[in-house]
């Protein structure tokens, strides 16, 4: 869990991408790719459980996925998330792929 840092997140190589943040004490994972443009997530600004994409300013919630901010209109996909004890575990469906670390 030390790899991701409060207010930050972790692109993980999978497909579709997602990404893990540390936000408000907890973990949330959201599929990486901005749906304003194909913008990682993961390279953007967290405050408050909210991401900001840096490349056009759209915000996420990262609790549901709801688009807080223009220009992004359509939500990101929220993925559950369990910490056991130094280990985050993402629930992703079965139609994501799992790439081995790149």
């Known amino acids: 869990m030390k790899e ?4 930050e997140g972790l692109r993980l190589t ?5 990404s893990v943040f540390a936000a408000d004490g907890e973990f949330f994972c959201v599929d990486d790719t901005c749906t304003h443009e194909t913008y990682s997530l993961a390279e953007g600004w967290v405050e408050n459980c909210v ?3 840096s490349l056009h300013l759209a915000k996420f919630s990262l609790r ?3 688009v807080l901010s223009a220009p992004a209109s359509a939500p990101v996909a929220v993925h559950p998330v369990s910490v056991i004890g130094d280990d985050i575990f993402v629930a992703l469906p079965n139609s994501y792929l799992v790439k081995e670390n790149e």
């Open 64 to 66: 549901t996925g709801e």
């Open 4 to 7: 991701i840092p409060e207010d």
């Open 14 to 18: 999978t497909v579709p991408p997602v």
């Open 51 to 53: 991401v900001e994409c």
